[in-house]
Nanobody, 115 residues
Framework: QVQLVESGGGLVQPGGSLRLSCAAS????????MGWYRQAPGNQRTLVAG???????NYLDSVKGRFTISRDNAKNTVYLQMNSLKPEDTAVYYC?????????WGQGTRVTVSS
């Protein structure tokens, strides 16, 4: 059974940086485009960034130029480097396949941007 385990979240001040990691079991990275999603309180879960098996990336407009998604298939890990963080980036962040989330969601990792 595929497991997705997110880590790297935390409390950071506005303007700060965090690097999120998603460890995926089952060898799914080699066959799936992967994405980072986020869900803020009271909001739906939305796709923030996606990366194809060929390395093509796309981003939510509000994070373009600040977030970078990458993948390391050998390590079965997807990363999200987040710079210049803003309070509106506060959410629980999840990874899953993209554009459709085929797998059970992990527990996510909480990012709080606050002074």
């Amino acid at each position: 059974q595929v497991q997705l385990v997110e880590s790297g979240g935390g409390l950071v001040q506005p303007g700060g940086s965090l690097r999120l990691s998603c460890a995926a079991s089952g060898g799914i990275l080699s066959i799936n485009a992967m994405g980072w999603y986020r869900q803020a309180p009271g909001n739906q879960r939305t796709l923030v960034a996606g990366i194809t098996t060929g390395g093509t990336t796309n981003y939510l407009d509000s994070v373009k130029g600040r977030f970078t998604i990458s993948r390391d298939n050998a390590k079965n890990t997807v990363y999200l480097q987040m710079n210049s963080l803003k309070p509106e980036d506060t959410a629980v962040y999840y990874c899953n396949s993209f554009p459709a989330a085929y797998y059970y969601w992990g527990q996510g990792t909480r990012v709080t941007v606050s002074s």
